[in-house]
């Protein structure tokens, strides 16, 4: 008979002490994890019930709310839309202001990959981004820096496999020579720009001879001296001092007493601009808040004349569109000089589509008024 010394019998109690512990803690946490059914509507807001979502998310919080594990989202008809790694925070009655982390894959409802991207612990998008059409043929490829910022040369194809433009970017800005190509792979157009704005008031394009043309970048017309009928050879930067169509000015919004008393005097004249700039934006997403308006350019033949970060799109004939966040991913990519169709949308939030007719992208836009 074999004698076993006392300490290991002590040994085996606190050993089995031990694992009695950590499965009383593992059981509590699965008690305290809840599987959780979000509803959103086309718009990703959130719904309260199935049948007036567009999808629906299966996600698990754990006892302080914060989500558990891999997110997966669904059509309402039960294919899969979306399936994210991980978030930091789940916003239940606004999307956009959920905070994703790790990668994220988007499917068509054929199963087919859709967008694919990793975000940060801030939820900002990181490393490579992926864009694909239906038939699984690459449309765009970008890349973002650690702090969510395009760099590198973002390529646009179309679906033949064929180039259809080459943006340089630097820091979150396009940097550097625009390119667009036809799809036979011809090169077509030129843009430069500086810090995200156009160089010049003009741009090049080639005709099918190959022989390049100057053209007015915000009308798409030859460009001419005025009262001279032959192309202008001298370059013109673009003024950054040049009022826009439509302006906010400090000084025609406020008396000198006003900007005293709230400090806007001792802005320099960079912060004004700035300030400016702002409240132009934000004058914008007011008339949002307004009755809805008719547009009446519904068709073919506008394009692109500002672009204010893919929220605002200016066309050439001066109308103001608002583009939902979901959908900004491509507008904030879009050119000026793109071409664009209006059509009516079936969305009582967003009444049009905008289709750039250049990358063949569709997204949807309230008409907030003209300039």
Same mark, same amino acid.
């Given at each position: ?7 290991? $019998? ?11 512990? #950590?499965?009383? =803690? @593992? ?19 959130? +719904? ?13 919080? /754990? ?20 399936? @994210?790694?991980?978030? $930091? ?7 956009? $202001? ?7 894959? =988007?499917?068509?409802? !054929? ?34 820096? #650690? ?37 036979? *792979? ?5 843009? /430069?720009?500086?810090?995200?704005? %156009? ?16 053209? /007015? =970048? ?18 013109? %930067?673009? @003024? ?20 005293? /008393? ?30 809805? $308006? ?10 692109? !004349? ?17 583009? %939902? ?7 904030? #990519? ?7 169709? +209006? #059509? ?24 907030? *008024? !003209?300039?």
């Amino acid at each position: 008979m074999s004698i076993k010394p006392k300490y290991m $019998k002590t040994k085996h109690i606190k050993l089995f002490c031990i694992i009695s512990i #950590l499965m009383f =803690i @593992s059981i509590g946490e699965s008690f305290a994890q809840v599987k959780d059914t979000l509803y959103y509507n086309k718009e990703w807001k959130g +719904v309260e019930t199935k049948r007036e979502a567009e999808y629906y998310r299966i996600v698990t919080f /754990n006892s302080n709310g914060i989500p558990k594990g891999e997110i997966l989202d669904y059509y309402k008809s039960g294919e899969l839309q979306a399936k @994210s790694e991980s978030a $930091k925070s789940i916003n239940r009655f606004d999307d956009s $202001k959920s905070i994703f982390v790790g990668k994220s894959i =988007i499917y068509y409802k !054929s199963g087919q990959i859709e967008e694919e991207y990793t975000h940060n612990a801030e939820g900002k998008v990181i490393g490579n981004y992926n864009d694909y059409y239906k038939s699984g043929k690459i449309k765009t490829r970008a890349t973002f820096d #650690l702090n969510g910022k395009i760099i590198g040369t973002a390529i646009y194809l179309y679906e033949n496999g064929q180039v259809s433009k080459e943006i340089p970017y630097s820091k979150g800005k396009i940097n550097g020579t625009v390119i667009y190509y036809s799809k036979t *792979g011809i090169e077509t157009a030129e843009i /430069n720009y500086v810090n995200g704005d %156009p160089k010049y008031d003009w741009y090049i394009a080639f005709d099918k001879q190959g022989k390049s043309h100057k053209y /007015n =970048i915000k009308t798409n017309k030859l460009y001419f001296v005025s009262g001279q009928n032959k192309e202008k050879e001298n370059i013109k %930067p673009i @003024s950054k001092t040049s009022p826009q169509h439509f302006s906010l000015s400090l000084d025609k919004i406020m008396t000198k007493d006003e900007q005293i /008393n709230t400090g806007i005097i001792k802005l320099s004249d960079k912060e004004r601009k700035n300030l400016e700039k702002w409240l132009k934006k934000w004058t914008l997403s007011v008339l949002t808040l307004t009755k809805e $308006k008719e547009y009446a350019g519904v068709g073919s033949g506008h394009w692109i !004349s500002e672009n204010s970060d893919g929220k605002i799109i200016e066309l050439e004939d001066g109308s103001n569109w608002l583009v %939902p966040s979901i959908d900004r991913i491509y507008s904030s #990519l879009w050119l000026v000089t793109d071409e664009i169709t +209006v #059509l009516v949308n079936r969305n009582d939030f967003y009444p049009y589509k905008l289709v750039n007719t250049d990358s063949k992208e569709v997204v949807e836009a309230k008409y907030i *008024g !003209s300039e």
